[in-house]
């Protein structure tokens, strides 16, 4: 019904205010139309892991602080959101912030003090396995993980709050670069069921924008919060997330101006767009790599016990390594990412000066492939052209997200490659809320997907063994070295011994291969000229979005 009053609405300003027929929808409006490929699995911080939903949570919640990209020195500064001002201690032992007083939630209720302390006690509770679960590392911690809420905050008044670190950490603002949540909302959830029971809850929100529907699979809109200490009429008042998995109907409609904003632009579609001289293409330094991903360990027997044992095709580093080696990365990066991608050899971009230039490639080599798969004890015994071990064929299935072309051509080449060395891969597709549940369970063997890099740089959350069960360590990788490394680059502040540790964890990961690393993608965005202020930095491209405005 939602979508048939927007379509309705949609006709009645073409008609009456476009007679012409002109390509570029809605001119009149302070909307922009956001096109993006899947829907998202939920609008709570709490568990927006993708990029998208990351974005959209970020607009309705409010940080503490605001993270923004310094061009001239490449490094994150910040400037007042929530807080209007903090200060640190001469140790650093401690953070006071002063918060705003004049910030409403959605239902009217202000928001306080005592909503940042619930925020940091939910993130942090094991029952709940919120995205930012054992993150909390400079915050004096319970054995579960979760922060001692007493030891860590002291609420002075209603508007300021003390946040007390642990000793001998090395805190920063990115410990409090978190979406702040209410709490007479969700303190009232059972934690035991909290992840069933706040699905059903309408979003009560304080950031600029206001949520205004979810029609699944259509569009998310939200529109502006007039309330908010950030609102400007002269700016944006709603955006449309429009969910259209089809690439190419989704630049069709980017091109008839339907779509105001576009991510992931392929290369062929280049000199299409500039011909078209209401669109602007930007690219965006890379921070973004799709990776195969191979569960180091074994999925039956962790369901079954909740221990580890290898995984019977990918438990191996040399098997990984050979995988590796087969295939064709530059061929995925000439087909669809041309000028705007390059190999990746591990998990740190290339934009960070700690990046390892130096590290082995392994570079497509089939013969080199089939030595290391030789080394493993896969061989193609019974001469039916598959590899086979111990009276187990190598064949195993291949799960990608629906609506992403370069991810199922990468797939497809991922098949033919393996078949070419006797590995049979069948690919299945499923949407990403389905898959990111399983990925959690460690149900599967193997899958495509992408990370952004964040910033500053952590590689914490993804490679060491403490996320083994939980996380982003999806594939359960684990190496006592890497750890170690780790745990020593969060401790130091000395920047050259930042580096040092992380291209020692690069050359670690390299040699293990808990995943493959395909490209890292330099993000073509393309948009309608019409919306103005936009930025682009390595940070996530709508960011700042309550600042566009529309050329009318």
Known sequence: MKKKLFITTLLFFVLVFLPSCSKISDQSSNQVVIGIDSDIESLNPLFSFSGFENNISELLYLKLVQSDWDDENGALVYSPMLAKSWEWNNDSTFVTFYLRDDVLWSDSQKVTAEDVVFSYDIYSDEKIESKLYDTFNNFALEESRHIKIEDSFEIIDPYTLKINFKKNSIPSLIDVDLPIIPKHIFGKINREKFTTLEKDITPVTNGPFNFTSWDKNQSIILTANKNSFMYNPNNIQKIIFKIVPDYTSRITQLKKGEIDYMEDIRTDDIPSLRSLDFIQLSALPPREYDYIGWNNIDPEYFKKSNKTKPNKFFGD?????????????????????????QIAFGPVSPIFRSSFAEI???????????????????TDSNKDGVLDKNGLNFSFNFYITNGNPRREFASTLLKNNLKSIGINVEIKKMDLQVLMPKLFEKEIDAWMLGWVVGMPLDMYIFWHTSSEVSQLNFT?????????????????????????????????????????????????????????????????????????????
Do not use: M
């Open 360 to 378: 082995d490639p392994l570079k497509y080599n089939l013969d080199s492939a089939r030595f290391y798969l030789s080394k493993a004890g896969w």
């Open 317 to 341: 580093p040399l098997v990984r390594k050979a995988l590796t080696f087969a295939v064709n990365r530059q061929e995925i990066i000439d087909e669809y990412l041309g000028d705007y991608g």
């Open 476 to 552: 359960s990788y684990s190496n006592k070295k890497v750890d170690k490394y780790l745990e020593q680059y969060k401790k130091t502040k000395s920047e050259k011994i930042k580096d040092e540790l992380a291209k020692k964890i690069q050359s670690l990961i390299n040699n293990d291969q808990p995943v493959t690393f395909l490209y890292w993608i330099q993000n073509l965005v393309a948009y309608n000229k019409r919306i103005q202020n936009l930025k682009i930095t390595p940070l996530e491209p709508i960011h700042y979005c309550w600042n566009w405005t529309v050329n009318k």
